[in-house]
């Protein structure tokens, strides 16, 4: 074959060219994201129901509802948690589990719950989780002047999100940090009074006029009209010009009340810089190119800087980085793999032209990979990348092997026609075998379960494609090139300086043949140290980041309402400002549709920081602790990741180890000091104390039925008077033509004690027409109580967790609770958190790295026809893995997904040099080399081609250890795995490898 494509340059030379042509037409139409689009199994209910408390909404709805979707199929974990007036259910599904059917059912379990729900309940809200539902960036809007807030928001629901919503890239804009606004009825007491008119009068005035009964079509000679009979209030001069009849006189709204529009009650807030801001997260459609939408975005953020100046727009967060990173670091890998093979082609091959060849031939196979990524709808994101990057390493293996070997036959004295078809047909099967057995280390990983199986399908498809495309450019592209290219005849002798590294190599294998057993043994000893090591790396799903910003986490512990909460976390974010270069904050509830995470009460916060320098983090956490321990010791504060899209997609902010007590008796009062009594005991019991659980207090009352038919006064009435006195009285809805807002009969904002003390109800009528009062105190009952702010639910109901965000020994911890707890029958305990997640892919990349393992065996046996030689080069992968776990330990790091990757890498490199000297040494036996100098010549001639790939791979990973940005924390781990794997693989490849030949076949000599 390889004589038929010599002898049709032309041919082969327009082929590529035309498959380079339609692949740099196709580039532009390839879809860039952060990560495929692939479902996560996984499905969140909101509940909201304003002025329920968390043990009313959990008992009356969430409960119900828990009850019923506990009946879905491939169902595997729920989760309920509860706050006063908002709850939150997760539901977690069998990966592989239809997205669309599971969400159908979900509703249909939630409709079906409806029934036995109260009616004040709206329908709960279904959301379907998706990648591409993980926000791209926010957009953050702040004042400039002295304008209402009212207005920046109303410009920003009306204006911003529409237009960017009207981009093409953009799929949908979630907000939040909104204040709505409602209306405002404040009755007069005194001309209440004066009239005789009660509240619930006003409220059945209003509902009367605020009908919409519908219409009618009339037919007037040959015309037709509709006919509409509305009642309906439009603006505020409809509430006040409405009427209302009291003892034969006409009485307007505007006579009786003060009406007015006014900000709704507010449940949070947003932060940036420490400002109040509109927050806009905005979310990507799934197959776009990342860079239009990023170039069209900032065109509409530039435009509105530029026409609307009384607003300041920031960006934050912007997730695009590290696929910008990655596509960089897949053209920095390039450009340095072409320097560093012409560099080194020079110094090994004495050859100017070879390095140009290798780079044009690894640009042909960049370029065809990605046509046929379009042709496979294979997107360019983060995870296809970085399969392409590892392929890329094969690219250049693929090019040094082949044009070496030619080099070598050109330098015996063949013609340029002979050494390509010669060179080439010799490394053409060892090749296609270490092809092969890359990608069976890859593609077993696709069987991982979860999110990391579907992304790792992405990872494998692109490297089979970059794979095959770099055999294929290697055996048909670069011997043409070769050909063509190389017409001189070529030197015969080496520089003298050459010889330093067959000189070295010799005295290498010299050495260990005189030591066999003494290298033999220290080989074996390599195995137990493997598992060792194993056993002792820390154990992760994805790596520390060391990013340079975190999420702060705050609850303050104390019934405090937003506008104290917000007053305390601008102060936390003035104190921290210079130590920070960025800051934004969320205060209380939030408005987002698509949040996921847990609900927020009214006494929590959460910040984004972001810090100059990574190692400023840990003194920042330690200033905020002391602040908050100084100012407010009863605040509760976490830390947490920043929320990168892997992180949001494994859940790596996830507490190592809950403890799930569970209440025995359904009848159990959890009272505080129960639950901190549990608390201590783990805490005595193992030595680390669990964090705090929350409880909050809560004011009670309720309304005395005695005095209420002693003084002759209903319930409704009292009722009214308190709802109205706490401006929670919604009686009407405006139907404005933009919108419809709520109408509230309330008053203005006082105390509790003010409004019991001084709201009256008429007890009775004086005949001369007055009447007598008696404030709300005297009819109602006041008392503190305390109770659990989040009421925590799983599977088999309530339980209390006791959480533990880093733990050393979760073993002996688990071992040391359930000692300590088990002579209490109040309580059944279960375990759950992080550390099982992790255990459990770590256990299935042990099952898969067998298995890839076991593929390779089966492809070198029918390379070699042998079942022993196999087993000589598969003998070098737990020395070149207990390599990468030694590095990373060393360097402090942890066995993740990242650094798994990097060790499949390192096998798959090393295994190729063992492959095509194995292969060299079988050849040269079988022309009648004596066993020993088959061995010598096969090291002389797989000398350069070994050093050289070995070199450039780790050259290649090098930069990832010098630079500290987020791609580069990210895939440091691979880096060093695959840095260490190869400095010990590739003398094991160089000297080891050709001893156990001997070993096996010294008695055949």
Known sequence: MIKFLIERPISVLMTFLACCIVGLVALPNLPISLLPDIPIPEITIQVSNESTSARELENTVVRPLRQQLNQLSNLTDIRTETRDGIGLIRLRFEYGTNAELAFMEANEKVDASMNYLPRTVDRPRVIKASATDIPVQYVNLMLVDDRDFLDLCAFAE??????????????????????????????????????GIALSELENALNQNNVEPGGLIVRDGHYEYNIRFSSVVRTLDDVRNI?????????????????????????????????????????????????????????????????????????????????????????QNLILAFIFVWLISVVFMNDMRSPILIGISMIVAVIVSLLLFYLLDLSINVVSLTGLILASGNMIDNSIVVSDNITQYRQRGLSPPEACIKGTNEVMGPMLSSALSSIAVFAPLVFLSGIAGALF???????TIGMFVS????????????????????????????????????????????????????????????????????????????????????????????????????????????????????????????DRKRP?????SELYVKVSDADQL?????????????????????????????????????????????????????????????????????????????????????????????????????????????????????????????????????????????????????????????????????????????????????????????????DGLMRETQRALNHQTDWDIAFSGGIFASRKMLLEMMVILFISILLMYFILVAQFESFVQPLIILMEIPIDIAASLGLLMLAGHTLNLMSAIGMV??????????????DVMNQLRSEGFALMDAIHEAGRRRLNAILMTSFTSIVCMAPL??????????????????????????PVSLFVVPLLYWWIYRKND
């Open 158 to 195: 009306t204006v911003v999100k529409r237009r960017i919503e009207q981009l093409p890239e953009v799929s949908m804009v979630d907000v939040t940090g909104l204040v709505k606004k409602e209306v405002l009825i404040v009755p007069d007491k005194n001309k209440m009074e004066i009239a």
């Open 243 to 331: 009427f209302i009849r009291k003892n034969d006189r006409l009485y307007t709204f505007a006579d009786l009340a003060e009406i007015q529009f006014a900000p709704a009650s507010e449940t949070g807030m947003a932060l940036f810089e420490n400002r109040r801001c509109v927050r806009l997260a905005i979310i990507k459609q799934a197959d776009v190119n990342m860079d239009d939408l990023q170039r069209s975005l900032n065109q509409v953020i530039q435009s509105l800087k530029e026409t609307h100046t009384w607003m300041d727009i920031q960006t934050t967060e912007n997730q695009a980085e590290l696929l910008d990173y990655t596509i960089s670091n897949l053209k």
């Open 457 to 463: 399908f992405d990872q494998a498809l692109s490297v």
């Open 471 to 594: 055999y294929l450019t290697g055996i048909i592209l670069l011997p043409v090139l070769f050909n063509q290219f190389n017409k001189k005849e070529p030197k015969r002798s080496k520089p003298k300086g050459v010889d330093f590294p067959e000189r070295l190599y010799h005295k290498g294998i010299t050495w260990v043949f005189a030591h066999k057993a003494l290298t033999t043994v220290v080989m074996l000893a390599v195995l137990p140290i493997c598992a060792c090591l194993f056993w002792l790396i820390p154990k992760e799903k994805m790596p520390d980041l060391h990013q340079q910003e975190i999420v702060v986490s705050l609850d303050w512990n104390e019934n405090i309402h937003v506008a104290e909460n917000a007053r305390r976390t601008q102060d936390l974010l003035e104190f921290i400002r210079p130590h920070v270069v960025q800051q934004t904050g969320m205060v209380g509830q939030q408005q987002f549709l698509l």
């Open 600 to 604: 927020m009460a009214s006494s929590e």
């Open 618 to 810: 840990p003194d920042l956490e330690q200033r905020i602790r002391e602040y908050l321990n100084r100012q407010y010791p009863q605040a509760l504060v976490g830390f947490e990741p920043a929320g990168t899209i892997f992180e949001k997609l494994f859940t790596t902010g996830e507490a190592d180890l809950v403890v799930e007590c569970y209440p025995s008796h359904r009848d159990l009062d959890l009272t505080a000091i129960q639950i901190q009594d549990v608390s201590r005991r783990i805490a005595q019991a193992t030595g680390v104390a669990p964090e705090a659980v929350a409880f909050e207090r809560q004011l009670n009352i309720q309304i005395d039925q005695e005095k209420l038919l002693y003084y002759g006064v209903s319930y409704n009435e009292v009722n009214q008077a308190l709802r109205t006195a706490f401006r929670i009285n919604r009686i009407a809805t405006l139907r404005s033509y933009q919108q419809y807002l709520p109408v509230v009969l309330g008053g203005k904002q006082r105390s509790i004690e003010e409004i019991l003390s001084t709201t009256l109800i008429r007890v009775s009528m004086n005949k001369d027409g007055s009447s007598n009062k008696l404030s709300l105190n005297r009819f109602v009952r006041v008392w503190e109580s305390e109770d659990l702010k989040t009421i925590v639910a799983g599977k088999a109901g309530e339980y209390i967790p006791m959480t533990f965000a880093q733990v050393e020994d979760p």
């Open 905 to 918: 890498v390192t096998c798959g490199i090393v295994i190729n040099d063992s492959i095509l000297k194995v």
């Open 961 to 986: 250890l010098l630079t500290d940005d987020l791609g580069s924390n990210l895939e440091k781990p691979l880096a060093l795995a695959t840095i260490g794997g190869m400095i010990i693989g590739t």
